[in-house]
């Protein structure tokens, strides 16, 4: 990655999804601290009528991080390294330019309008895939628009080698539009007869089992789609750039995401371990997640191999400690996931405060980390001004970590706890909890889990606070950081 | 051959989508035929019941709730039989959930009655003291789609061969016809229930949420 001077890049695209990262990031994790708190005081429900319920707004709060405040991140980050890698400005050509603020405002609206179907409870009640069938429409259009863009910059680049970032780019483009597509074909039934009932209503094209089987093929891989590979792509750009070390390993970069493509989507079925799926599939889902610890661990050491002989950067760039940690704590979810793929342990686990406990240290710990550092990395290059402030970010930095650590403890308890109680006999062998017996002990750990919220969310207002200084009023640049980013 | 690849974007994409694609190929489809078949005896849901799950997936009770009683002795003992793939051969979609907030509720139907359901969604504490489930008063007004529910079932009917009688056509005609069969159904929900503004609303003509959900929570056994 030799720096190429002569050429201007254009961030128009990349810093319109720079602002909706941030402001999608603050609604959906607003959100989420609202429905936590919600489990430990119920009266919490009550504030904005039928709309305001945690069942109402749960989805709203999964489907505004996942695609509000990552995917706008995911697209953000794409917008500014896949230029950088394929040495091409978008400036070079009015058709890409066109189609970029094209896919901004599509997405844009399209994220409007899709916040708000859930609200008035327009739902397919799919994990994840919520969205009636004219939004799913529009979301097809949008990753078309995103298509263009990736492959259209990639048709006119000058290097011709692609970076392990745009393989992992070009895997998140194709892998959620095969998921998402499968998982979301359904028939309009207003089409279906004479212009009966609702237009937006629709009917799955699977039904039982095998929807259960599409639905966990796809919400287990737009996690693997979503929150791990582009998150990936993310780190092996922004990891090396920031402190200016190589690659530790171009074999075992090849290893991990050939190995990650194939292992990922076998996986799925161990979210309906002692379902009503075959034996088999159940099986298949269980040996797969322990072996994706493989590709998985092999990105993450990559990563941290990357740093040896330059750990003092830790100490001294808080930007590489976001994203030394990020890996880290990709390390301890890719572990997690598989342990709780175990039957043995998937007995005890699934159903209870384990699985949220399980995802939300991967997401807070790994992907919003890892995005953030991204934008923070971004920012000085972009807006041509220093990091409004070291101190803020490195406070930033342990408030949001010890929230994750008071989520994921809390839940990991909450969760053990309910499970073993939900099992536990009398010595004549008859169930010894009520179901709300094993509900009520749990309130202390959601009291906790709605406190690591707000921090969390304080953590995530700072972090905004900052950009915003940056892209105001912060020291101007004459020259464009190599390396570290400055910071005042 | 991965420097190739490298360089050559079309067959790299390509050669990613085949890695990715096979595990769906050999995991997913060979269940296909196995799967959809119902148990003996199963019938399709009626047109009040397929409204009651649409209120079901409307206020996302999959948030909390599961639908899927798992082969343990502590499950059985909870919940009753354990749940079998032929009961699920007309729920599109599926409603396992993947949570238990509250309890699992495939074979709620077994031991909760109307006036069971009728109390708890009013006020949960009311029923039970410690719980932390919202109220959902806005069922008791708001008036659920049997219109769009009818539409649904014409579709399964058609699309999918679901056993429906002859009568269910995609006219209008036949949805007019149909209609009483819906109301007659509600008036048998409200003859149990004592929320007066409800029971009016159905000799009106207008069916609230909670009755189209107590028929399919009632259904759920």
């Known amino acids: 990655m030799q720096s190429n001077a002569a050429l201007e890049y254009d961030y128009s695209v990349a810093k319109l999804f720079t602002y909706t990262t941030i402001l999608f990031g603050f609604l959906g994790m607003l959100l989420g601290t609202l429905i936590a708190a919600q489990m430990a005081f119920p009266e919490l429900n009550y504030m904005l009528g039928e709309y305001g319920t945690f069942s109402r707004l749960r989805p709203v709060h999964t489907n505004t991080v996942i695609f509000g405040f990552t995917l706008s991140g995911v697209f953000a980050t794409f917008y500014y390294v896949g230029q950088r890698v394929l040495k091409v400005s978008m400036a070079e050509s009015k058709f890409l330019m066109f189609v970029g603020k094209l896919h901004f405002w599509l997405y844009f609206v399209g994220a409007l309008v899709a916040t708000v179907s859930l609200l008035l409870g327009y739902s397919q009640s799919k994990e994840y895939a919520q969205y009636e069938w004219p939004i799913d429409i529009v979301i097809v259009l949008i990753w078309v628009a995103w298509g263009t863009s990736l492959f259209g910059l990639i048709g006119i680049r000058r290097e011709k080698s692609l970076y392990i970032s745009m393989w992992y780019y070009i895997a998140t483009f194709l892998g959620i539009a095969m998921l998402y597509l499968f998982n979301n074909m359904s028939v309009p039934t207003y089409f279906a007869t004479e212009g009966l009932g609702n237009f937006m209503h629709s009917v799955s094209m699977y039904s039982g089992t095998n929807d259960a089987l599409v639905q966990w093929w796809y919400g287990h891989n737009a996690v693997a789609f979503g929150f791990t590979v582009p998150i990936v792509a993310m780190i092996y750009y922004f990891l090396p750039k ?76 808080p930007l590489i400690k976001f994203m030394v940690l990020a890996s880290t704590f990709y390390m301890l979810s890719t572990l997690e996931g598989p342990i709780q793929a175990i039957k043995s342990v998937n007995a005890i686990a699934h159903f209870t405060d384990w699985i949220p406990g399980h995802v939300h240290d991967g997401v807070l710990g790994w992907v919003v980390f890892m995005i953030m550092a991204a934008l923070f990395h971004m920012a000085p290059r972009m807006f041509k001004r220093e990091i409004y402030s070291k101190s803020l ?35 004549y062998g008859n169930l010894m909890y009520s179901f709300i017996d094993t509900v009520a002990v749990l309130h202390p750990y959601y009291a906790i889990r709605a406190l690591s919220g707000v921090l969390y969310l304080t953590g995530f207002l700072m972090f905004a606070y900052n950009m915003i200084k940056t892209m105001t009023v912060s020291r101007e640049l004459t020259q464009e950081p190599q390396f570290k980013s400055p910071m005042a | 051959m991965f420097h190739w690849l490298e360089k050559n974007p079309f067959f790299f994409s390509v050669g990613v989508f085949l890695v990715i694609a096979f595990a769906g190929l050999v995991e997913i489809l060979p269940n296909f035929a196995e799967a959809s078949r119902p148990v003996v005896g199963l019938k399709p849901y009626t047109v009040l019941e397929l409204a ?9 009770c999959i948030a909390c709730h599961s639908q899927l009683i798992r082969p343990f002795k502590s499950e059985t003992d909870r919940y009753g039989q354990v749940s079998l793939s032929g009961e699920y051969a007309y729920d599109r979609p599926f409603l396992w959930g993947s949570k238990r907030t509250g309890p699992d509720l495939h074979r709620v139907g077994n031991y909760r009655t109307t006036d069971w359901h009728e109390n708890h ?101």
């Open chain 1, 242 to 317: 920031e402190s200016g070390q190589a690659i530790y390993s171009y074999k075992l970069s090849l290893l991990s995401f050939w190995g990650l493509m194939f292992v990922y989507l076998w996986a799925g079925s161990h979210h309906l371990l002692y379902s009503t799926v075959p034996d088999w599939m159940q099986t298949m889902g269980s040996v797969f997640s322990i072996i994706l610890i493989l590709p998985s661990w092999g990105s993450a050491i990559n990563m941290l191999l990357t740093m040896k002989g330059e750990w003092n950067q830790l100490t001294e760039n």
């Open chain 1, 393 to 427: 970010m490195e406070k930033q930095f342990w408030l949001q970590t010890t929230a994750v650590v008071l989520y994921f403890t809390s839940m990991w308890i909450a969760g053990i706890t309910q499970g073993m109680m939900w099992r536990a006999v009398d010595e």
């Open chain 2, 52 to 60: 009651g799950k649409e209120v079901y997936k409307k206020d996302a």
């Open chain 2, 121 to 221: 969604m009013w006020d949960p504490t009311s029923v039970v003291p410690q719980s932390i489930m919202p109220a959902y008063k806005h069922m008791f007004t708001n008036i659920a789609d049997i219109e769009t529910a009818y539409a649904e079932a014409v579709t399964v009917k058609n699309v999918f061969a679901t056993p429906y009688g002859d009568e269910f056509q995609g006219t209008r005609a036949a949805w007019e016809a149909h209609k009483p069969k819906v109301l007659a159904d509600a008036k048998l929900i409200t003859a149990d229930m004592k929320n007066k503004d409800v029971k009016d609303a159905v000799e009106a003509g207008n069916i609230p949420e909670i009755v189209a959900l107590i028929a399919y929570m009632n259904r759920l056994k």
